[in-house]
DNA sequence: TAGTGGTCTAGACCACTAT
DNA sequence: TAGTGGTCTAGACCACTAG
């Protein structure tokens, strides 16, 4: 049935696995509620041993495609999650995938010392540099958010000469910083438009808006950015996907 | 130095090295930044086979206690995150995490049937039973978040009988209907207080409050709870902590 | 009692990194 | 070249659940 398994791959047996059967779910061919294949089953029908289809399982687990009830078996679980979870993405990131397009116009990019909020986020001293970056952020060319951003300066020596208007900051960070991204805290309050945060989202002094502080941290927990973000209340909502931690 | 693995425990010997190293890097023995012992020296320190430790070090990394690279080793990461993450308790296990003391006033609590939207996020037939809970959330005594709560009738029956004002409602759910909360979904949206909410929560009409829906999933992602939650803007802040995948 | 997932062993080979 | 983490094997025993 599924000996597609290609063992000179530089994909892992492992990885090829949870996509072939990843693949079965999203087909339907193992449904919901269904019971799905045992360990030894799956080691057998792929021709490896029963470890490596464990590793396998225990991804599609986290990934909540399937959950195992000891002493009984593995099940397909029995709805998708619609994830617009607020994954790792940057804002360009997260309005591609919501069908808009994302813009930016850039109102500020100056080198300057670290305030004291700053300098605490990116763990750094007190006069470090940083880079202080204002950007109004637009889907469909309409003002969404207003963002302020610090990156610290020797991470990222010549940001100032990049164009942001058209590159997503992520992915200038992670190609040409080699900068990876790998989780991040956000706090997330809702406020009155200020007054001048008003102008810049066109909307009335007083209305509502969210505000998100998310600081980025590299592997090594590593502060890289700390951002603020103000958006529209009105066009805006953040989605997340919590769980407990599954191995 | 650390044979203090008990073979005949109830916890799995991967689990006590996990709880071993944690402490060991909570004490300081650790430290960030510094080379970790490699698998092969923790599997010969703790008299087990190199896949055990693998587990345990998998654990502690998918925690963001440690990081790995390839080739190189195993290193203790450089901060801690300060974790008010919002994991999957409720209002009353949040407060108290926060050093606040939780209450509620019941405002309602009644048996209906299912709104579509309420059927929809619940996974129900267009008129099933659902309890419609309303309550005032306090901490210390203050009025902090009005909150709306539907749970299918045919998973908690006689859910009415209990007190809800002393009782938390996830530990009644897991202790009295062995419903365990696994995983949930939730979106933040900014709005202005109605009139309804801001004399519940005593501020003025118009003023922004932070408004929360979630719906909460068990493991074998059966739909559990669908609550909409309204917080004072003033004084509450949501927190949340984003990671990729790993495995 | 038979089958399941959870745990564990004692090896092995690989690609990668640093010296 | 030596050491690391990543992968993989072919077994084994356990606690648990269901028929």
Redesign the interface.
């Known amino acids: 049935m599924a000996d597609i398994l290609r063992r000179d791959s530089a994909m892992p047996l492992h990885a090829q696995i949870t996509e072939a059967l990843q693949l079965q779910i999203k087909a339907g061919e193992l449904k ?2 269904e019971n799905f294949p045992s360990e030894r089953e799956l080691a057998e029908r792929f021709s490896v041993s029963r ?1 490596t289809v464990r ?1 396998a399982l ?2 599609l687990r ?3 495609l399937i ?1 195992r009830e000891r002493g009984v078996g593995t ?1 397909v ?3 998708k ?2 994830v617009h979870t ?3 993405s940057g804002f360009s990131e997260e309005m591609i995938s919501l069908g808009l397009t994302p813009s930016s116009r850039v109102l500020q990019l100056t080198r300057e010392t670290a305030a004291e909020r700053v300098a605490q986020d990116l ?1 750094l001293e007190p006069d470090a540099a940083v880079f202080h970056l204002e950007r109004l952020r637009l889907a469909d060319d309409e003002p969404m958010a207003f963002e302020t951003t610090y990156l610290s300066a020797h991470l990222c020596p010549q940001l100032d000469s990049v164009d942001l208007t058209v590159n997503s900051l992520y992915e200038i960070l992670t190609e040409k910083y080699n900068l990876q991204m ?11 438009a200020t007054r001048f945060v008003a102008a810049q989202l066109d909307i009335k002094i ?6 998100v502080h998310r600081v980025v ?1 590299s ?5 890289i950015e700390s951002a603020h973000t103000t ?1 529209r ?1 009105d066009r ?10 599954a ?1």
Chains 1, 2 share one sequence.
């Open positions: 919901a509620g470890m590793q225990l991804r986290s990934d909540g959950y099940f679980a029995n709805r999650i619609d607020r994954n790792l763990d790998h989780h991040a805290a956000e706090s997330l309050e809702a406020a009155a007083g209305a509502p808006v969210l505000v941290y592997e090594a927990n590593q502060p958006y209340a805006y909502r953040a989605t997340f996907y919590l769980s407990k931690n191995l």
